[in-house]
Each structure stands twice: as C-alpha cells, then as structure tokens.
Nanobody, 115 residues
Framework: QVQLVESGGGLVQPGGSLTLSCAAS????????MGWFRQAPGQQRELVAV???????LYGASVKSRFTISRGDAKDTIRLQMNSLTPDDTGVYFC?????????WGQGTQVTVSS
C-alpha cells in the first residue's frame, strides 16, 4: 500500500517563503510522476507543480517563476519551494503520486498567507 506524507505547511506573511515536503512509502514503481495540487475554500483543486521521472517539471500558471519543485535526497520524496507568497496562495496543498497502476493522494497540509 502506498502512503504519502506531507509536511512544511503553516502560516506565513505575504512575500514570505515556505518549503513543503512529501515522502512516499510502499510499493512504488520507478516510473512515476509526483507533484502538488492545492485547493482553496470553495474552489476546485488545481495544479501547482508536477515532476516527472525524467526531471521535467510542469507548473501552474499562477505559481510559475515563484515556486520550484524538486526531488528530495531520499527516494520517492519531493519538495516544493514557495517564494513571494501572496494571500491567493492560501489553501490545502496535496501531494500526488501518479503511476501506471493508480493515483495516490496525501492528506494535505494547510498553507495560510496572511499578515
């Protein structure tokens, strides 16, 4: 069984930075895509950033140039460096693992950008 555990959320002032981490455990195939999605209250879940096994990254339009997704030092971990945060970045951030067999989601971590 695959499990995803997110960490690093919290409260930050506008203009600040946060780093989220996600660690996947269980039976994970090598060829996978990991990434982040977020959901603000009353809104649909949206793409933040995803990272393929080949290192190719795809970003949502609203975060491009401010956020950076990368592989962690440990296997099957990813990080999301978030800079220049604005109140519009507030929401629950979910880690996702996509494989040829299934999709897996973490429980989510809250990010709140407020002064």
């Amino acid at each position: 069984q695959v499990q995803l555990v997110e960490s690093g959320g919290g409260l930050v002032q506008p203009g600040g930075s946060l780093t989220l981490s996600c660690a996947a455990s269980g039976s994970i195939v090598n060829d996978n895509i990991m990434g982040w999605f977020r959901q603000a209250p009353g809104q649909q879940r949206e793409l933040v950033a995803v990272l393929g096994g080949d290192g190719a990254a795809l970003y949502g339009a609203s975060v491009k140039s401010r956020f950076t997704i990368s592989r962690g030092d440990a296997k099957d971990t990813i990080r999301l460096q978030m800079n220049s945060l604005t109140p519009d970045d507030t929401g629950v951030y979910f880690c996702k693992l996509h494989t040829s067999q299934d999709d897996y989601w973490g429980q989510g971590t809250q990010v709140t950008v407020s002064s």
